[in-house]
Every structure is written in structure tokens, then in C-alpha cells.
């Protein structure tokens, strides 16, 4: 049944040519069908009988036609052409011969029909054997009189006719060989144009489709066909609800119909989750017509101009913290200058009142006056000091210091400033290297911190004071405007006090803000840290969030003297992964990106995720094993210590690298994280990372 079904399909073959030359044998063949089967019902219809003749033709027809169909559908397209031809013309012979000889229809239609035939399905050289054979069987059924070969009426016009045949079958020959060159050129215009087209469409990156007035596909290029997972032909009587979630569908289609009714372009950029990953699709949908310019559907380019977006959300960060930079120097110009010069009024009073004060009687108020006014000049150049200090315009004396002998000394004087309830914990490295600054900047800066850790404390709290030493890399200093690569010794103070949330930490930095009471802070206390820090080439990185503390990190450049520079070892590269699954999890997202980046290079399959939940969601669906979890340990849903309990489940061999912008002590402190787990302090450099991941997988515990 499927063979006899296929008979009515016209065949297709690699070669367009053949393909062509099929499908014109194929409508003939059937057309010749028909009109035999047409021919049998009328003589059924109004003859009293059919002749032995009539249904002989016709089953004969019917027999070879379908036959060369069998051949056509077989590949033998000029064979069954041939036979084709030669079958015809062998029955317009018989039956001219049989009736009335030239003039009979057969000879004078059914020639010029094999005659044209011929010439499309051969070319002019079968044209040109039908017009000689055809003239020949003419001439002889002329002469078939005088040749004893039987006798036709109108022997006298049998010769006009023929003369007739002989002008006009040539002429046809050559007239079908015209119009069908011509017509085999505009076919191969229209392939080139069609295939210069496709070529376009499939190889341009934008993904292209066409819908109906109904929103089902009519055709799609090559890429949004590989997006979906099917080949272009595929789409085809297909809908948006066979590929996309039902809301996103409707939302298409309601788009579709927008569209088609406004007859008007409709372009949009939107943002999707695929994967839990955020990607912002473009569309341009206009309406697409006829010929006639009837609207019959929808036309549609989209693009992923995810990167684009990426792209300009980090060039507004880089913007936004040039201008902060560009403000901060700008007022630290004009602090430094107004501090300047009101330094040298400070100091024409306080000349001009300890010469009063000395020839003033102590007993008399006017000692008294003058040494509150004394008091308050002393005060303003404290301040004065500050300014100066944030503008870095002080006169320093850099040395090359060892951070944790200046930190000691200071200890004692620190705990009385911080108070009793507030205890004070030391954390030096006792390899840290040394750094080149004045001594007395190193005093302002550990000053002004713990004052405001003590200040974000509310009754009894602790603070941290750790020192240590890290190298940043190339990589790291491109995500973090404001790095230099290079190897730093830092300071980090932490406190468990109230936090800032974001809105604060973009002000900090900036001279006389401040989140304290009316008359308990001058708003210079980190602007003078932070003016103390850039003067020495450094950088400060702060962390914090609402009620979880803070932790400001301050790193000066390492001071290598030559003897050191020759003792001086090139770091070892990091040892690459062993294709190990690691699951990272973190609410920043360049972080995450980078982590991903960092890992991934190293020879690590790396799964990621922007919150706990997503987090437990990946690992139930996840059907490999998860050898690591890297983890942030303050997240909103769920700190970093919880989600491991809920993740041990479903991996009992699961192992742990928690990750933070606070220290280790400050995080074990407040109950999130035990003592002795495996943790990695924000910024790390990839090398820290790695080795950190790798000494994790090879020595970690699987508890959480």
C-alpha cells in the first residue's frame, strides 16, 4: 500500500536537474492516466458498447504510464523519458495508420504533442528525431497509394498536409526548445536567488523564524532551529507550546498577535532564567505579507545579547567607581587645602593663647577661658590632621617595619580604648612580610578602626585584629578596579557589631559621613584610613551586611630588600584537578562567574548556584557525584554551615570549603562555622584557590 501511495508523490534526487525532469514526466504520466481512464467512461457513457480497441488503449496506458512511474520513482528518469516518448509516438503511428493517416488527429495533434514532449523531457536533439520520424511515417502514409501500402481519404490534400507538418513541426521543435531553455534559466535564477537567500539567512548569528496568522511555524533558519534541538524542517506545524513552558508560550503568542493585528515592528529585550542562569533575549517581530501585502503571519529575529548586557553593567560599575574615585580625589584636594591653610591659623592661636595663658594669673577666669579656648584649637588640629592625612598630604617618614611588632605595642593602649566589655583578639602571621610606611600611620589606621568597631558594638562584643600575607593575580585585579597584581601584607579588623548595609558601604569612604549620633563622630575616621592606605599604594577592601559585623582588610605592598629579592623562590604552579565535581555557591555574582572561570581552567567540573535553595535543588537532580562543596557563609536564605548539613544526605562524602569576606575567627565566633574548617578568606587569588581547593579534596573532613 505505502509503494502504491508513493506513485502520486513526485520522487526527489541530489541533482536539481533530474529532479526537474522527474516531476514534468511524473505530471505527464498521470495526465496521460487520467485522460484514459476519462476516455473509457465516455465511450461507456455514450456508446452502446466499447470497443475491443477503446479498452485495449486504455489498458495499455494505463500498464505503461504506470510502469514508468515505477521506473521515474526508481531513478531511471531519461529511460522512462525515452520510453515514454517512443511509447507515444508508437501509438499516434498506429492510430493514424489505422484511421485515417494525415488526416487524422492523431497525426496532426498527437505529433506536435510527442514533438513537445520530447523537447522537454530530452532536449532539441528528441525533438528534433520525433519531427524526422513523424515526417517520415507522414511522407509515407502520402505515398501509401501509389506504393500499394493501403489507400486514405483525400488522397489529393494528404500532400498539403504533409507539406504543412514540415514547416510547422520544425518550427515547434525549435519553438519548445526556446521556451524551454528559457524557462531552465529562470528556474536557475530562482535557485540561485532562493540559495543565495538561505545562505544569508542560515549563516547571519541572529535566529530567525516565520509564523501563520495562527502563530504555528512556517520555517526557521538553521540556528533557532539548533537552539531548539531540531532541524530546521522539523518546526514545521509546530507552536510555541511544544518547545517553551506555557506561560512563555502565551506570552509569545500574545506578542505574535500584537504584532499581526498593529500590522507595526514590535521590538523588546527581555530577561529569562535558563538553567537558573539569567539571559536577556532581544526580538524584533514585524509583520509579514504576500505578494498582495496581505498580513499572513508573523516575522521574528532574535538575538543573546546577554554579553551586551554583561558588557554595559559592568562598564556602569567601572563608571560608577571611577567617579567615586574622581570625587574622592576631588575632595580630598579640597580638604587638603582648607586644611592646609587653616593649619597655620590653628597655630597663630595657639601661639598667641599660651603666650596669654603664661601672663594671665592661673587663679583669675580668664585662665580658665583661655584654656578651653587652647583645648579647642588642640581638638581642630586633630581634625586638621585628619583632613590632611585623607588628602594624603601629610609629611610622612616611610620605614620598613614588621606590622606585627607596631600592632603589639599598640595592643594595651587598644584594649582601654575599646572598653572592658569588648574583648580584643590578636591573630598575627608569624611569617608576614615586611612593608615600607610611617609607623604613625600604621597607629592612625588601627586607631580609627577600632573606634568604630567598638562604636558598631552594642554591649558586649568581640574584635579581631589579624595580620597576613597574599598575592593577587592578573586575574583577580581585572574583576576589581582598583587592584595591582602583587604580593601584599594586610591588616584585617572584624568586628560582630550591627553591620552596614549597601546603601552605607557606598558612602564610607567619603569625609563627614557618618551613621553616628550628632556629636560622637566626625565622619573622617575611614576617609583618613583610606586617604593613609592610597598614599602607600594600597587598597581596602570592606565586608559587611546587616548584623553579621564587619571585616575591613587593608593591604600595603610588600617591601622586598635585595638580599630578600635574591632569596626570592618563583611561585609553583597550581596542581591541576582530576576532573572532581565541585559545587560552588555564592549570592555575588562575578564571583560566582569567576570561581566558575577559576576552576574550570584547572581541570574542574564546576556546578554553581546563586542561593542555598538553588543549590539543593542542582544537587537532587544532579545524577554524577559531588566530590566539593564551595560554599559563601553568610547568604540570605541560609548561611553556609546549614546548607552543608542538608547537602551530607544526598553526599556523604561530601567535602567542604567555606568562603568569606570576614576572618575565620570573626565567622567561628558567631556560631556559623567550628573551629578548624576548611575556609578561604575573600579576595583570594586563583593560585589560593586552587591550592585551597585541592588541600580541601585531598585532607578535608566531610562534616559539616
Known sequence: ????????????????????????????????????????????????????????????????????????????????????????????????????????????????????????????????????????????????????????????????????????????????????????????????????????????????????????????????????????????????????????????????????????????????????????????????????????????????????????????????????????????????????????????????????????????????????????????????????????KQTVTPKVLDLNEIIEGMLKMLRRLIGEDIHLKWLPDTALWSIKVDPSQIDQILVNLCVNARDAIMGVGKVTIETGNISLDKDYCTDHVGFDPGEYAFIAVSDDGCGMDKETLRHVYEPFFTTKENGKGTGLGLATVYGIVKQNNGFINIYSEPAQGTTLKIYLPRHISKAERALTKEPQEPVMGCQETVLVVEDEPSLLDLSKLMLGTQGYLVLTADAPGKAIRLAEEYTGEIHLLMTDVIMPEMNGKDLAKKMLPLYPNLKHLFMSGYTADIIAHCGVLDEGVHFIQKPFSRKDLIAKVRETLDHGLTTG
Not at 125 to 135: D, E, Y
Not at 178 to 193: E, I, N, T, V
Request: net charge neutral.
Open 1 to 392: 500500500m505505502a509503494q502504491i501511495t508513493a506513485l502520486f508523490k513526485p520522487p526527489r534526487f541530489e541533482d536539481e536537474e533530474k529532479t526537474r525532469q522527474a516531476f514534468l514526466l511524473h505530471v505527464i504520466l498521470w495526465a496521460l492516466i487520467v485522460v484514459s481512464i476519462l476516455l473509457f467512461i465516455f465511450n461507456l457513457l455514450f456508446y452502446q458498447e466499447v470497443s475491443k480497441r477503446i479498452l485495449t488503449q486504455v489498458i495499455c496506458s494505463i500498464v505503461v504510464n504506470a510502469s514508468l512511474l515505477v521506473l521515474v520513482r526508481r531513478g531511471y528518469v531519461r529511460s522512462a523519458s525515452i520510453i515514454q516518448i517512443a511509447a507515444n509516438w508508437v501509438f499516434f503511428t498506429f492510430t493514424a495508420w489505422t484511421a485515417a493517416g494525415v488526416h487524422h488527429q492523431a497525426y496532426q495533434i498527437g505529433y506536435a504533442l510527442v514533438i513537445s514532449i520530447a523537447g522537454f523531457l530530452i532536449g532539441i536533439r528528441g525533438a528534433l528525431i520525433m519531427v524526422g520520424l513523424s515526417l517520415l511515417s507522414g511522407g509515407l502514409m502520402v505515398a501509401a497509394p501509389d506504393m500499394s501500402l493501403g489507400s486514405f481519404e483525400s488522397p489529393d490534400k494528404a500532400l498539403n498536409i504533409w507539406v504543412v507538418s514540415a514547416i510547422l513541426f520544425p518550427v515547434l521543435a525549435v519553438l519548445q526548445y526556446l521556451a524551454g531553455r528559457l524557462l531552465r534559466s529562470a528556474l536557475a535564477q530562482s535557485r540561485m536567488s532562493q540559495a543565495q537567500y538561505r545562505n544569508l539567512v542560515e549563516h547571519i548569528p541572529q535566529r530567525i523564524f516565520i509564523k501563520d496568522l495562527n502563530s504555528v511555524y512556517v520555517s526557521c533558519n538553521e540556528n533557532y532551529a539548533h537552539d531548539l534541538g531540531i532541524r530546521p524542517e522539523q518546526i514545521v506545524g509546530k507552536d510555541d507550546s511544544d518547545f517553551y513552558p506555557k506561560e512563555l508560550a502565551e506570552g509569545y503568542r500574545a506578542d505574535d498577535r500584537a504584532v499581526m493585528s498593529g500590522e507595526v515592528l514590535k521590538d523588546t529585550e527581555k530577561k529569562y532564567f535558563v538553567s537558573d542562569k539569567e539571559r536577556w533575549i532581544r526580538t524584533i517581530r514585524m509583520p509579514y505579507r504576500d505578494d498582495q501585502g496581505r498580513v499572513v503571519g508573523v516575522l521574528g529575529i532574535f538575538e543573546d545579547i546577554t554579553e551586551r548586557k554583561q558588557a554595559e553593567k559592568e562598564k556602569e560599575i567601572v563608571q560608577a567607581q571611577l567617579l567615586q574615585a574622581q570625587k574622592m580625589e576631588a575632595i580630598g584636594q579640597l580638604a587638603g587645602g582648607v586644611a592646609h591653610d587653616f593649619n597655620n591659623m590653628l597655630g597663630v592661636i595657639l601661639g598667641y593663647v599660651d603666650m596669654a595663658i603664661e601672663q594671665v594669673n592661673p587663679a583669675q577666669p580668664l585662665h580658665a577661658n583661655l584654656q578651653e579656648i587652647r583645648k579647642a584649637a588642640e581638638r581642630s588640629s586633630d581634625l586638621t590632621r585628619q583632613l590632611l592625612g585623607f588628602a594624603r
